[in-house]
């Protein structure tokens, strides 16, 4: 009888002992996450927005900092550096701007008037990548989009100051019946300049000139477009002169060439048409003559406080 319990003692010991040691489980994932290429992350938007009030250090790489948005397709830059024709122009996607090519995170760049650029790319967010630039130590913060749910509109009105120096002047064709006359119905041709501190106008009492270059510019001063409240497609302008009062009027744009002003003080409404319209990527304008240097190409201007940019660069350059 001992000798069966104690055999039966040796069994159940040898049971409970065995049950208690459990063996490493190794998993192996079949499937692991895939890592998608440079190449396809630029491709996953058909826009990239660039955030130029994101943007971190103290240079510019000029081809981003006039473009509103930048697209990569199959070796093809494009951009939308114009507000006129923006959703439409291009099929939404702009011009082509250049060439690119990918190898890793890097991103190298053959723009067309610039030349050659690089940059490492960090993707930040679902839909946002970080373009920095080792050459300038600076990044850019762009932001991705399909055309379909990308609204032009918004990128347009929140812009209207860079509108407005897409032609070498805006040419008077309408008055109003109505309103108290002004030393405002003498003024004909606005031309507004994207050099210099980015708000300079000038102003002519010409009359009929053909050619926007033979303008006599007879006041000039600075300019200024802010919102209305509780509409945001309704602006407002004020002409800031060098040497006389300033004039006010509410701002409104009928299409890509014209403008509506209302003189807030007589409460007569004129319109105004673009002539001279600039393509901002060439020294020529869309009528093949040169660009003068009061119209040099646009610099869209970050409105946050510049700072340094933490980023480190890792190239030997």
Not at 97 to 115: E, F, K, P, Q, S
Not at 225 to 239: M, R, S
């Amino acid at each position: 009888m001992k000798t069966l319990k104690l055999l039966l003692g040796l069994v159940l010991s040898a049971t409970l002992f065995t049950s208690c040691v459990v063996d490493d489980v190794v998993i192996v994932d079949n499937n692991p996450p895939q890592q998608i290429s440079l190449n396809q992350l630029l491709n996953s938007y058909e826009l990239w927005y660039v955030d130029i009030n994101s943007t971190q250090g103290f240079g510019e790489v000029p081809f981003l900092q006039i473009a509103f948005t930048v697209s990569f397709r199959n070796g093809v830059l494009y951009a939308n550096n114009n507000l006129v024709g923006i959703g439409s122009q291009g099929n939404g996607f702009g011009i082509p701007v250049g060439n690119y090519n990918t190898y890793n995170m890097v991103l190298d760049v053959d723009h067309d008037i610039d030349g050659f650029d690089s940059f490492d790319v960090f993707q930040i967010d679902n839909n946002t990548i970080e373009l920095y630039n080792p050459f300038t130590d600076t990044s850019y913060f762009l932001d991705g989009y399909q055309r379909s749910n990308f609204d032009y509109d918004f990128v347009f009105y929140d812009n209207i100051h860079y509108f407005l120096q897409e032609y070498e002047a805006w040419e008077k064709t309408y008055t109003s019946n109505f309103g108290a006359l002004n030393e405002f119905d003498n003024e004909n041709y606005l031309q507004f300049l994207s050099a210099g501190n980015d708000s300079e106008f000038r102003s002519s009492q010409d009359e009929n000139i053909i050619n926007p270059n033979n303008i006599f510019w007879d006041y000039t001063g600075v300019y200024g477009v802010n919102d209305v409240p509780g509409d945001f497609y309704l602006k407002t302008l004020t002409l800031d002169y060098d040497f006389f009062d300033n004039e006010f009027f509410n701002l409104n744009v009928i299409d890509d060439s014209t403008i509506e002003l209302l003189h807030e003080a007589s409460g007569t409404v004129y319109e105004f048409r673009g002539r001279g319209y600039i393509e901002f990527l060439r020294t020529e304008n869309a009528e093949g003559r040169m660009i003068q240097q009061e119209n040099m190409p646009k610099k869209r201007k970050q409105k946050t406080v510049k700072k340094d940019n933490p980023r480190t660069n890792t190239r030997n350059i």
